[in-house]
């Protein structure tokens, strides 16, 4: 296995958001298995039916959870392989992660909050990525605020600005907005589905609601019973685009 | 009565006390705060039986506890006799004893609820948060984690704090009540009336009081508002 890998390293030389995952995960009688490749851009879709297993795949691919077996490579270092005993601390992965809830620090302000990584992570900010992401999820206004005075939108929008601050090459995003109504939810939809083209970060963006899947997905990886395969997007949003029309949805 | 108080204020046994309560301090920085972090971790025989024995103090009589300690660190003891031929140390009835004795009653009261505060599942998201943001665990810890259990950090080491200043139990065991060496300020309340100085007892009673009410202010500010 992990000469496979390294004989993939030395014959590609892959780019920012390149993740492959070759592994499996068991919590008591569930199974996740997962063997994949993300080399294009933009944003891939995680769907699925609750409890089919997105999050722990999500996890799995940070360094919060640690695989049974397999093998997890990023564009420039492998971060995990059951076989030469790699595993690599979420710190170290230069994967930044959206949760569903906003988890912002109470104790800093909007600002501190952002500034985070660069800060506190040896993540040091890249120049204008600043004043590119405080304006493209129009922060400027929040700064001085603490995360308890913020609305759930806000504080979500504020999470996503830390995350993509944290300068990652992979920007994983867990159902950050499932606590949302459709107003915030619609408003949120708009800032993420330009993230990949103006700040040139590739997203994998977990989520069960169709109506996020159809905004965003550029491909689609199903999680099902813990079983992982890609999906035709086109094909599938052409027909949810049919039954919109048709007013089904 | 202003001038017995005075005079007591600044006696040995009020001395003794502070320093008792500051070395406390130190040592619940530096040992209860790691420790409860090592309690919070997944459940395991270790951690149970040591969680067990953090717990005791609060569910044990202190004289009781006081007596196993004495013929643990005794010259004879299990512990006594290596601390004595290892490193020297002859630990009973000397002032590190009183210090002993004060830390190990006011143990509980740090550790259990900071163990339950680092135990809570948003706590522990919110440092998985901090890792993602390119933090090792012990910066997650200092950075994230610590301020967020700041006030109950804050009220546990003050409430063990006040326990120490009147320990009483395991610190006559251990330091054996010998006046000028290990007499903390709760002890001569008991020799001034066992020598049938009430007002001496007296005094020394309010200034106990004072302090306990300015644990209680400070408590009462740490403690957060309408939650």
Same mark, same amino acid.
């Given at each position: ?249 | ?52 024995? @953090? #717990?005791?103090? +609060? ?5 009781? *506890? !006081?007596?196993? &300690? %004495?013929?643990? =660190?005794? /010259? ?65 810890? @200092? #950075?994230?984690? +610590? ?5 109950? *950090? !804050?009220?546990? &080491? %003050?409430?063990? =704090?006040? /326990? ?64």
């Amino acid at each position: 296995m992990s000469g496979q890998v390294n004989k993939n390293l030395e014959e590609s030389a892959p780019g920012p958001g390149f993740l492959e995952a070759h592994l499996t995960k068991s919590y008591g009688s569930f199974r996740l298995t997962a063997d994949f490749k993300l080399v294009e851009p933009g944003i891939t879709v995680i769907s699925g039916p609750s409890g089919a297993g997105k999050t722990t795949l999500l996890n799995l691919l940070a360094g919060l959870s640690r695989p049974d077996w397999g093998y997890i490579r990023g564009p420039e270092k492998v971060y995990f392989d059951s076989n030469q005993g790699i595993c690599a601390p979420p710190e170290k992965r230069n994967i930044s992660y959206v949760f569903q809830r906003s988890r912002l620090f109470s104790h800093f302000s909007v600002k501190n909050n952002l500034l985070f990584a660069s800060r506190f992570g040896n993540r040091p900010l890249r120049p204008g990525s600043w004043e590119k992401v405080v304006s493209l999820l129009g922060l400027t206004a929040l700064l001085g605020r603490r995360p308890h005075t913020l609305s759930g939108g806000e504080a979500q929008r504020v999470a996503i600005g830390r995350a993509l601050l944290a300068e990652g090459d992979l920007l994983l995003m867990d159902e950050p907005l499932s606590s949302l109504d459709r107003e915030r939810k619609t408003e949120l939809l708009g800032y993420i589905a330009k993230i990949p083209e103006r700040l040139g970060v590739p997203i994998l963006y977990v989520t069960h609601a169709e109506e996020e899947l159809l905004a965003l997905a550029q491909r689609v990886l199903e999680v099902f019973q813990g079983q992982c395969r890609w999906r035709e997007t086109d094909a599938r949003a052409e027909n949810f685009s049919a039954r919109a029309k048709g007013g089904d949805l | 009565m202003t001038g017995p108080i005075l005079q007591e204020l600044f006696s040995f046994p009020a001395y003794l006390t502070l320093k008792v309560g500051l070395s406390c301090l130190a040592l619940h920085l530096l040992v209860t705060l790691p420790l409860a972090w090592w309690l919070s971790g997944p459940r395991s025989w270790a951690r149970r039986g040591v969680s067990l024995l @953090v #717990t005791l103090p +609060l569910v044990f009589p202190p004289i009781a *506890l !006081g007596f196993i &300690l %004495l013929t643990l =660190l005794g /010259r004879q003891g299990l512990l006594g006799v290596p601390l004595e031929s290892i490193f020297g140390l002859r630990l009973v009835f000397s002032q590190a004893a009183v210090v002993l004795a004060a830390f190990v009653a006011g143990l509980p009261l740090l550790a259990r609820p900071l163990e339950a505060a680092l135990k809570r599942e948003e706590i522990k998201e919110l440092a998985q948060a901090a890792r993602t943001l390119g933090c090792g665990p012990l910066k997650a810890f @200092v #950075t994230v984690t +610590l301020p967020q259990v700041g006030p109950v *950090l !804050g009220s546990g &080491l %003050l409430l063990s =704090l006040a /326990r120490a200043t009147g320990e009483v139990g395991v610190t006559l065991m251990l330091g054996g009540n010998i006046v000028g060496r290990s007499n903390t300020l709760s002890l001569e309340i008991y020799n001034s009336v066992a020598h049938g100085e009430f007002d001496r007892a007296m005094a020394l009673c309010l200034i106990l009081a004072v302090c306990g009410l300015l644990f209680y202010l400070i408590l009462e500010k740490l403690t957060p508002s309408g939650s």
